[in-house]
């Protein structure tokens, strides 16, 4: 019976694990959007690393965290095609010179919540839903268009904190008694809200803007897991 007991515990505790893992980060809804009009993202796929971790307390059930950083590059071509249209109007002067630099979208997650886990054979299914702060950088942009007749000037960044949830589902391939092969998938969803920094020397006009923008992604890993 002591012995019994002893590998119940053990066998219990190798539910929870603590992981590292990489993949790609496919953009959704209005992130993925080519529009400047919608307030589109231009976001195409990237990557994302992921450090999370969960602790089983009732066999089933447990508590999941995760920390993921992810980025991804605009749509470049398109998205300065349609600066340019928008900043020298719907009939443009003969273009010249074009010099456009930007960064990407980056953003980083801390979330927490339940876990689920199924142990079948030689892996565990798990569930879970995570939900907390998220930190993202749009792309920082400047545009300089060079005309027969003037130059055209725009210039934007921003970022923003906001309250997103991320929902999804993994398998574990036990390796051996202490590590395993995990994949994942997760959708990953925020709605915030941008105060953007807007500089242009289009009529002479600065300022700032706000705008709203869901943001989803679907995120596809492998990595390893010590499990314990």
Known sequence: MFLGGILT???????????????????????????????GGYALPGFVIEFSGAYVFDYYLGIAGTFTFSSNPPDRDQLQQDLIDAITGPIPPEIEEVI???????????MAGPFFTIPIAFMNLDFRAVAGLSILLSPPWELTVHTTEE?????????????AYMLGTGIRFHINSNYAIRLSGDYFHNKPTFSVSEDGAVGGATG?????????????NVGIAYRF
């Open 100 to 110: 456009f630099n930007h960064g990407s979208w980056m953003y980083s997650n801390l």
């Open 151 to 163: 130059t055209y000037f725009t210039k934007r960044s921003g970022s923003t904190a906001s309250f």
């Open 208 to 220: 700032k803007s706000t705008y709203d923008m869901s943001v989803g992604t679907v995120n596809l």
């Open 9 to 39: 515990i053990g066998l219990y505790g190798q539910r929870s694990y603590l992981g590292l893992s990489f993949g790609a980060s496919l953009p959704s809804e209005e992130f993925a959007k080519k529009s400047l009009a919608e307030d």
